[in-house]
T-cell receptor, first 109, second 110 residues
């Protein structure tokens, strides 16, 4: 099955700086790559997703890039704010989702 | 619009007891999923359903059963709970992608 690796496991940045989280996947058949944000005591919420026919997608301060050849994709958050502090999960899917192990992002005011 | 609702939110069981977790969605989604989330392991798929009356095994199905008698509901059952099933359980639903998650059921088995 699919294997998704996510790095780093923890990330601390100063408010206003950028944050980058990276994921790799193993199954070249995967064609859908969502990113979820999970706040304490809540379920994961989709923040951005990308399909394999697109190399980059942006939504305000959040962007995702995909390199199909290298089988890796990344989440970029610019101008970070304290409310961006949460756990972020990447996932890869051909049919069912396979999740990375999460990155705990802390934005220091 | 409630989205995905999970009941109960918390539960403590003794080893060997049984229980059922309920997931309800009001988005008319065809697909529904049960995941478990353990520290350092992300979310892992237990069982899923592609429509009313259908179920299929995911990555970690052992020790669990599911039923989808109505389109809006997906039930997860533990027939004989074990300490290894202590986890946070999430239900999700979708039309295709993306999946929409509930806020979880925190289950402890002593």
């Amino acid at each position: 099955g699919e294997n998704v690796e996510q790095h780093p496991s923890t990330l601390s940045v100063q408010e206003g700086d950028s944050a980058v989280i990276k994921c790799t996947y193993s199954d070249s058949a995967s064609n859908y790559f969502p990113w979820y944000k999970q706040e304490l005591g809540k379920g994961p919420q989709l923040i951005i997703d990308i399909r394999s026919n697109v190399g980059e997608k942006k939504d305000q301060r959040i962007a995702v890039t995909l390199n199909k050849t290298a089988k890796h994709f990344s989440l970029h958050i610019t101008e970070t704010q304290p409310e961006d502090s949460a756990v972020y999960f990447c996932a890869a899917s051909e049919n069912n989702l396979f999740f990375g192990t999460g990155t705990r992002l802390t934005v220091i005011p | 619009n409630a989205g995905v609702t999970q009941t109960p939110k918390f539960r403590v069981l003794k080893t060997g007891q049984s229980m059922t977790l309920l997931c309800a969605q009001d988005m008319n989604h065809e697909y529904m999923y049960w995941y478990r989330q353990d520290p350092g392991m992300g979310l892992r798929l237990i069982h899923y359903s592609v429509g009313e009356g259908t179920t299929a095994k995911g990555e970690v199905p052992d020790g669990y059963n599911v039923s989808r008698l109505k389109k809006q509901n997906f039930l997860l059952g533990l027939e004989s709970a074990a300490p290894s099933q202590t986890s946070v359980y999430f239900c999700a639903s979708s039309s295709n992608q993306p999946q929409h998650f509930g806020d979880g059921t925190r289950l402890s088995i002593l």
